[in-house]
Each structure stands twice: as C-alpha cells, then as structure tokens.
C-alpha cells in the first residue's frame, strides 16, 4: 500500500478524529440529530480540511514558527469563509440547519490538529490524503450517528417518514443526551472491532 493510500485510510480508520482521536465533540454531537445535517457539516469540514492543510503545507516553509498558529487560522478562516458563501448561495436550507456551526469549523480541533500535526510537516499531496482522509472518517460518523438518532428518534430516514405513528419514537436520541448515548455506543463498538482484527492479525 503506497504511503498517501496509508495516510487515507488512516484517517478514515485507525486515526479516526471522532472514535479514536475523540476531537470535534461540539459539532460531532450538535449537528448528528439527522443525515442531512450530519452529512452537510461533514461535507464542510472535509471542504476546510483538505483545502487548508494543503495551501499551509505550501507555506509551511515560509510561515515562521513564532506566528504559525495565526497563519494557520487565517488559512482555515478563508476556506470557511468560501464554504459558508458557497452554502447560503447554494444549499439555504442546510446553512440555516447548521448555523453558528460553520463558522466554528475555524476553530475545530480536528482542522487545527491536522495543520499543526500534519500538514505543517509534509508535503502538500500527503497533505491533501491526510485532510481527505480524517474528512472522510468524520463526515462517515456524522453520518451514522444522524442516521441511528433520525431513524430512532423521529420516524424519519433523509427526512422522509419511513415508520408508522404507532412505533414508538425515542425522543431522547434527538436531544442532547441521545447524542452522548449514541456516540458512546458507537465507539465501543469500533473500539471491539479494531481490538478483535488486532487479535486475529
């Protein structure tokens, strides 16, 4: 397996930002209460991820050490900036879903964590696999978790009403506490998978 492939599917994997990292709790547990919403902030955050860990990989030789953080987030600020114009104009609906969310993808740990980690490090097509990659492996979770709390919790899969009135809904999954109880599961059940292939290899 070639070395940016390895960066890849580390991030969507075996360095997840949600299930190992545990980084991005605030937008992972406030967006996840549907598909949709889970999908678009994870579709966003991808968009800021690989834009900015390539153009500060670019500059990493150029930005002096003493002011790297500030760079790094004006980098990251533009590319939100670019991604919350492109929403209004485009998907309305979803932007007005997210809201303050998309502005704060500028200090996400996950973005700031992949320029400082990362792609301040190496080159820009390692840097454009590894933003793809832990843009992948959030924008999957996010998507998981708004599926199991939209299903369970509304009745509801991409909005579209897919169990009868007499089901009994979960109210609780589309609050607050439902997205703890949700994520909780979700990583226990990662971990075990990760920890038997481990035991099998």
Not at 17 to 22: E, K, S
Not at 135 to 153: D, S
Not at 176 to 186: C, H, K, N, Q, V
Request: aromatic fraction near 8%; glycine fraction near 10%; proline fraction near 4%.
């Amino acid at each position: 397996m070639s070395n940016n492939l390895k960066v890849l599917r580390d991030g969507i994997i075996f360095d997840n930002p949600i299930l190992i990292q545990v980084v991005g709790m605030c937008a992972t547990l406030a967006t996840s209460t549907s598909i949709i919403n889970g999908v678009g902030m994870g579709l966003s955050t991808t968009a800021v991820l690989v834009g900015s860990n390539v153009v500060i990989s670019l500059l990493r030789k150029f930005i002096p050490d003493t002011v790297r953080i500030p760079c790094f987030i004006v980098v990251i600020a533009s590319f939100v900036t670019i991604v919350q114009l492109l929403l209004q104009a485009y998907l309305p609906s979803l932007n007005d879903a997210l809201g303050l969310y998309i502005p704060l993808i500028v200090v996400n740990c996950i973005i700031l964590a992949r320029a400082e980690g990362f792609a301040s490090k190496n080159g820009p097509v390692a840097s454009f696999f590894d933003g793809l990659g832990n843009g992948l492996g959030f924008t999957i979770v996010l998507g998981v978790m708004g599926a199991i709390r939209e299903f369970l919790g509304s009745g509801t899969f991409l909005s579209a009403k897919v169990l009868p009135d007499v089901f009994p809904k979960t109210l609780l999954l589309i609050m607050a506490p439902g997205a703890f109880f949700t994520l909780g599961i979700l990583m226990a059940l990662f971990k075990h998978v990760i920890a038997k292939r481990k035991t099998a290899e």
